[in-house]
């Protein structure tokens, strides 16, 4: 079987394993997406949208996800070994905070995509309850030898996405499916790379912009069909034509995927939205009832005792004749039917706050309304919450760190190629492996009951130390900054190295120990100076002073 015909039906497959899901992104999509990709076809229909609240709900989710997990300005992760006996080493903190600088910095280029594609990922994963980013090198410059960052990022649309998973549930076959004018695919495969119907018809300019489907495959089952040694094979496939546009491979799997709620067996997963969707319906048949209610009790249905001869004007000022009997009696009267909008508006209300709850709208709010809280009150209420909310962001987090761990193994091996600068590693570190360390403010929450317990068990203690000193013995406070320091996120550099402080302590000691035996010496010369008339007075009377001392020391009398 050719190449190009076995990533077209390994893609077919995936995609009936999908359709199960499709269903419910596209009703999700009606109501929280209108302009999403999931509704190709009917992007911008907003006619199953009676309120704006959802979508309200959904971009407060995505951006206390970025928020909490990634905040722009901010260290949000650190680099440290894996070995436990080198984490403490000065050398190589001071090393690991340079490099994660420089991961900060590529990260954050012009022209890199990161912010964009992820607050956009994180819209996927509270819309559809997934997230798929790609990361992918850079080596080569752009149209008039621009240079171009290191990494590019880009985050895939769900709809384009077909995914695979190991036994072991994790994400390890990425399928996708777009599409490319004539123009871009000239662009991203080169000219002779197309197929020859094609290139005949490049002259056309109408062409140029014709749409074309392709198949990206990344898939360790063609490996033995790929032109390429690394362990990751790509293809890229037009789709229809059963023609290879390209064959090459990654050195680390570029796909980045997770879910916020995971499904057994499947490599999808629910979010938010698709949890708050029975809600969002029930929401706007509200919306649309109410809305009527409210318009019958300010506009009402008028009942009279015959046809009008003419149209009734309810404008201000109108004069509407022959419209009252002789006795006084209006020949017209409003319908009361008792529509009660109010009620209609006080089950929006509630409905609105369970479909904010699924988004967690109430834990944000509270992590933001207690400003008068003492700090040890914030840190018990955030480690409450950081339990409520840390399940679904574990999974985000590990997703992160394959993010992270392959931008520094490209940053590495370009470095290693002479393209970019980066530290070099101490050599105790060389060959060791590396682990990440967040810091952002998901974790501080983790963390933040850790550093409450430090100070509460020291308060306690230095109240204790009024009646018994000797209980500060037991603390080593040394080690007990430093964790704080690590805890709350201060940078590293920032910290004298053990050898340097044990060398300033040195040094005071020794100037301290100088500074009393100078004082002890000055002691003694001001004493002699003192003791010199007194003894020049014994000697003038013939009183020998060594004498006397002995005399005195023994009890006895002077001779």
């Known amino acids: 079987m050719e190449l190009a015909e076995k990533v077209i039906n390994r893609q077919s497959v995936l995609q009936q394993e999908r359709q199960k899901f499709e269903k419910i992104w596209r009703e999700t999509a009606e109501r929280l997406d209108p302009f999403g990709s999931v509704l190709e076809g009917s992007i911008g229909d907003m006619s199953k949208m009676y309120s704006s609240r959802p979508l309200q709900d959904l971009a407060r989710f995505a951006a206390a996800i970025e928020s909490l997990l990634i905040p722009r300005g901010s260290i949000w992760h650190g680099l440290e070994p894996m070995d436990d006996e080198l984490k403490q080493n000065d050398e190589v903190q001071v090393w690991a905070e340079a490099q994660t600088k420089k991961l900060f910095a590529v990260r954050y280029m012009a022209q890199s995509g990161f912010v964009a594609n992820t607050q956009r990922m994180f819209r996927s994963l509270g819309c559809y309850g997934n997230q798929v980013m790609m990361t992918e090198e850079v080596l080569g410059r752009g149209p008039g030898g621009m240079d171009l960052p290191p ?98 491979g990654y050195y680390e799997f570029p796909i980045h995927a997770s879910s916020f709620v995971e499904s057994d067996g499947h490599a999808y997963g629910w979010g938010p939205g698709m949890m708050a969707l029975p809600d969002i ?56 039917t008792g529509v009660r ?151 590293a550099d920032l910290l004298n190295p053990i050898e340097l402080v044990e060398a300033r302590r040195q040094a ?19 004493m002699a100076g003192k003791a010199l008339p007194v003894m020049e007075a014994m000697g003038a009377a013939g009183i020998d002073p060594a004498a006397l001392e002995a005399a005195v020391a023994g009890g006895g009398e002077l001779a």
């Open 341 to 491: 909008p109010d009620i209609g508006e006080q089950l929006i209300a509630k409905k609105q706050a369970d479909i904010g709850a699924n988004f967690y709208v109430d834990l944000w709010q509270i992590l933001v309304n207690k400003p008068d809280m003492t700090a040890y009150e914030a840190a018990l209420r955030a480690q409450e919450k950081s339990e409520l909310i840390g399940p679904p962001f574990a999974k985000q987090e590990e997703m992160l760190a394959s993010i992270v761990m392959r931008e520094n193994a490209i940053l590495e091996r370009q470095a290693a190629d002479g393209i970019i600068d980066l530290p070099p590693r101490p050599e105790i570190l060389q060959g060791r492996k590396l682990s990440l360390k967040f810091t952002s403010p998901m974790a501080k929450l983790r963390r933040a009951a850790e550093d409450a317990g430090i100070q509460r068990t020291l308060e306690t203690a230095a109240q204790q130390a009024q009646f018994d000193p000797s209980i500060m013995d037991n603390f080593d406070h040394d080690r007990i900054i430093r964790a704080r320091a690590d805890i709350n996120g201060m940078p």
């Open 281 to 336: 319906k029930q929401l706007n048949i509200m919306n649309k009832t109410t809305i009527a209610a409210a318009e019958q009790a300010v506009s009402p249905a008028f009942a009279t005792v015959q046809k009008l001869k003419r149209r009734l004007n309810l404008s201000a000022g109108a004069i509407n004749p022959d419209l009252i009997t002789e006795d006084g009696r209006l020949k017209i009267q409003p319908i009361a």
């Open 151 to 248: 990494i590019r990022y880009r985050m895939i649309p769900m709809i384009e996405c077909f995914l695979a998973t190991t036994a072991w549930g994790q994400i390890d076959t990425f399928y996708r499916v777009y599409k490319l004018t004539l123009r871009q695919m000239i662009q991203e495969f080169g000219e002779e790379n197309l197929p020859e119907f094609l290139k005949v018809r490049m002259d056309k300019p109408d062409i140029l912009e014709q749409k074309f489907e392709i198949i990206h495959a990344i898939d360790t089952s063609l490996a033995d069909g790929v032109a390429t040694q690394l362990p990751w094979p790509s293809v890229h496939v037009l789709k229809g034509q059963n023609h290879v546009l390209r064959q090459s």
């Open 508 to 526: 005071r000691a020794q100037a301290e120990q100088q500074q009393a035996m100078a004082a002890q010496q000055a002691q003694s010369i001001d």
